[in-house]
């Protein structure tokens, strides 16, 4: 070996032993010895309605809204939160994917991203989506081999007449066939109050959120359509159609939960969070 190929080949070999020792590596997935909360990019949804939300345009720093999903690893099994936009839109311009006026771009697969800490569908044991909106059960299908929690009144409109016509269906129609546990009232999933499914109907009637106590970062609610913009929860704002459904209490129930905890509250569409909120393969514990 010549010294110019001596001093190439020792760099490639430092990155590598880098990379295995890496505190991201694959093998550390399984070291979990509590609650581990990953926080994957979805998407971004190009939006300029705020008023949608009762919201003036002024009132809004970015209309804009990110998409995350999220992957909590527990020492009893895998849970992932949401499945966010379609992995086929990647690298497709925003005039093919628009729904309802929000034009969709996603950089990155989900199913990428779990790959790269070692997570195929099969590792995933729970699949919870805050509700079946399209843009939060766009490869919802691929982890039909994980038990779905789910409250009735979304897995009952999911499976409706109606909806077996939208565009996106066949997205999660595979879970129709899924081990299935109907949930009433929050669930303790893994019955040490660590990973609890919160009951938030009001943006649709089996809306949930996620509350998860992390060890160092403390406990932390992801808020799923709870709230899109943080300015709604600053400035006390809903949809219209949300007064009389539900999400007045839930609110309340989950403002009421952040006090007692001292939890924060995880704001997934806000683009002030996706931009400062650490991404998979990091992690917060």
């Not at 990379?19 to 990019?41: C, I, K, W």
């Not at 999903?69 to 005039?95: E, Q």
């Not at 800490?117 to 590792?123: D, E, F, Y």
């Not at 999933?189 to 919160?198: E, M, N, R």
């Amino acid at each position: 070996m010549n010294f110019r190929t001596a001093y190439s080949v020792r760099p490639l070999r430092l990155v590598i032993l880098l990379l295995l020792t890496s505190p991201f590596a694959h093998a550390d997935l399984a070291q979990a010895t509590g609650p581990r909360l990953y926080v994957l990019d979805c998407g971004t949804l190009v939006n300029n309605k705020p008023e949608e939300y009762n919201l003036k345009r002024d009132e809004v720093k970015d209309t804009n809204m990110g998409v995350t999903c999220y992957l909590v690893v527990h020492p009893k099994g895998v849970l992932l939160f949401d499945t966010g936009l379609n992995d086929r839109i990647v690298g497709r311009p925003l005039y093919e994917n628009v729904v309802d006026g929000y034009a969709q771009i996603k950089f990155n697969t989900l199913s990428g991203q779990l790959a790269d800490i070692g997570v195929t569908p099969a590792k995933i044991d729970y699949l919870v989506l805050s509700h079946y909106h399209w843009d939060h059960v766009g490869n919802a299908g691929d982890f039909a081999g994980s038990t779905w929690l789910v409250y009735k009144g979304d897995r009952d409109s999911m499976f409706s007449k109606a909806a077996r016509a939208y565009p996106w269906f066949g997205q999660y129609a595979p879970l129709e066939n899924s081990k299935t546990i109907v949930l009433s009232g929050d669930h303790d999933v893994f019955a040490d109050g660590t990973v609890v499914v919160l009951a938030t109907p009001g943006h649709t009637e089996g809306h949930c959120s996620l509350l998860v106590r992390l060890k160092n970062t403390g406990p932390v609610v992801l808020s799923g359509d709870l709230y899109h913009y943080s300015e709604e929860r600053e400035l006390k704002r809903m949809p219209d159609e949300e007064k009389t459904t539900g999400t007045v209490e839930s609110r309340q129930k989950v403002e009421e939960l952040l006090r007692r905890t001292r939890a924060q509250l995880w704001i997934g569409h806000s683009m002030e969070f996706f931009r400062s909120v650490r991404k998979s393969p990091a992690w917060y514990d």
